[in-house]
């Protein structure tokens, strides 16, 4: 993994001083609760709407490592809603997760950021989070919210699992053990084509900025030692039309039915119900997946794809624009097709053009 950081300088010599005076003021924070954030060790799946507001928001009020994992590139329509990116990014053609890093750690140089640019999947989940104090969610489908929850259920650790669509959103802080889980919320996932996306329902970045900002605070209560100041409630925001709903989920942990806190079947953790295709949300756009453990050589893969169509390539991905469709190669063999909301022909086009 990629580490930023750079030399810590002595806050008091800086202008302004202590940069966290303001979070120490507050009193069932204080100074024991800087210093255990300034410990803690967070995990944000996903760098997108919500993940570059929590990732922003992590690194600012001093947690001591923040690690950044998100399978994407920028795109200018990201711009309208994921804070912690410009045009510039864009231009950059750089995933998500390393844009982030970098402009990060020109915000805080005593914090350690992590970027890793992957896919989160049942393959790799136990090596990205297991040195974590909190998963944070900030993905964009219920498979990966579905993995986190097995593998946190699993491994006792605390997540906050966050959501939002048109202008509504939700938010619930999972504690395994005291509170319910994703699972026993949501037993089975619904039926493709029964949930709005963003297509269909758009997106507005108020809501954005609001369920971010209440997952960050969950994580900094759990970070600096203030579990019992979380809150056990599914919250539901209705911003268009001002309402904030809490739903107390006490009784489907006392149901004593769900399938993944209660009995213990860890089904996407285990990689029984995992999928090697997703169609992008809100992106005409198709991820196909390969198995763990494959490298791509970017130089090797730019030579054969010379007489296809333009290929630019950095050290974290190749593009290729095929007639009307554009294939962004990841390192990890991961390839988005561009163009097409078709998993089909998305699939067609990998085996023809990259290969296996």
């Known amino acids: 993994m990629t580490t930023y950081s750079t030399s810590k300088p002595d806050p008091e010599k800086q202008p302004g001083g202590d940069r966290y005076a303001r979070q120490i003021c507050f009193a069932p924070l204080g100074a024991g609760g800087q210093q255990q954030l300034a410990a803690g060790r967070a995990l944000v799946c996903g760098c997108g709407a919500l993940g570059s507001v929590i990732a922003n ?70 090596t990205i989070a297991a040195d974590v104090d909190v998963i944070v969610d900030g993905t964009d489908n219920f498979e990966t919210r579905m993995l986190i929850n097995d593998f946190a259920v699993k491994a006792a650790k605390p997540w906050i699992y966050g959501g939002c669509i048109g202008a509504e959103g939700q938010t619930m802080t999972i504690i395994p053990g005291k509170t319910a889980c994703l699972g026993c919320l949501m037993p089975e996932l619904p039926p493709p084509g029964t949930t709005p996306t963003c297509d269909t329902a758009g997106i507005l970045g108020p809501v954005v900025n609001v369920i971010a900002s209440f997952e960050a605070m969950e994580a900094i209560k ?36 769900c399938l993944t806190c209660v009995k213990h079947e860890f089904r996407w953790l285990d990689g029984k119900r995992s999928s090697a295709s997703a169609i992008l949300c809100g992106r005409n756009s198709v991820q196909i997946s390969v198995p763990a453990g494959g490298k791509v050589s970017f130089p090797q893969l730019a030579k054969k794809l010379a007489s296809v169509g333009e290929v630019t390539h950095n050290p ?41």
Do not use: C
Not at 101 to 116: G, H, Y
Not at 238 to 246: A, F, L
């Open 57 to 126: 928001t992590l690194v600012r009020a001093g947690v001591g490592m923040v690690r950044i994992v998100d399978r994407d590139f920028l795109e200018l329509n990201n711009l309208q809603r994921q804070v912690l990116f410009d045009e510039q990014d864009v231009a950059s053609g750089l995933p998500k997760a390393i844009a982030a890093a970098r402009k990060l750690a020109t915000v805080n140089s005593q914090v350690t950021i992590e970027p890793v640019v992957e896919d989160v999947t049942y393959a790799n989940i136990r």
């Open 316 to 356: 974290y991905l190749l593009r290729v624009t095929v007639g009307e469709h554009q294939l962004t190669v990841f390192a990890d063999g991961r390839t988005i097709v561009a163009g097409t909301d078709d998993v089909g022909i998305a699939r067609s086009l990998v085996a023809k053009y990259v290969g296996s």
């Open 222 to 257: 759990i970070l600096s030692g203030n579990l019992a100041a979380t809150n056990h409630q599914l919250t539901i925001f209705e911003m268009w039309h001002n309402r904030i709903r809490q739903l107390d989920t006490t009784k489907l942990l006392e149901a004593g039915t």
